[in-house]
């Protein structure tokens, strides 16, 4: 079931480290995600989901996500990862979907650090 929240600027959504049950999809404004305080990424287009790893990973929240400026958000409660995809094909669908997306872009990144770091090369 769909919950829409509203959160202000600077108001953090989930913390890293924080047990969670549950998902979000933005539906406006834009997010930062931290990671050990380090800024790992901007969330700015509306359907984009956040927040899933843990519940996917059986562990805490991996990342805290706190708003840049006023956002509305949608949480989705859910008991189990199986319950969500036999539910929902098209939200699992997504999720693969996302996930593959941020693989991509972290195997981007970390080409493009071992190019500017010879010691990473095996050339």
Do not use: H
Not at 19 to 37: A, P, Y
Not at 38 to 44: D, N, R, S
Not at 46 to 64: N, Q, V
């Amino acid at each position: 079931m769909e919950k829409i929240i509203e959160v202000a600027p600077g108001q953090t959504i989930l913390e890293q480290g924080e047990e969670g049950s549950g998902f979000f999809i933005l539906k406006s404004g834009t997010l930062e995600v931290f990671k050990d305080d380090v800024l790992l990424a901007v969330i700015m287009y509306p359907g984009t989901i956040f927040g899933e790893m843990g519940d996917i990973l059986g562990r805490p929240r991996t990342c805290t996500v706190k708003a840049k400026n006023a956002a509305k958000i949608a949480f989705y409660q859910i008991d189990t990862l199986d319950t969500l995809v036999s539910n929902n094909p098209e939200i699992a669908v997504k999720l693969i979907r996302t996930l593959a997306s941020r693989l991509d872009r972290t195997t981007q990144k970390l080409i493009d650090t071992a190019r500017e770091n010879p010691l990473w090369s095996t050339k």
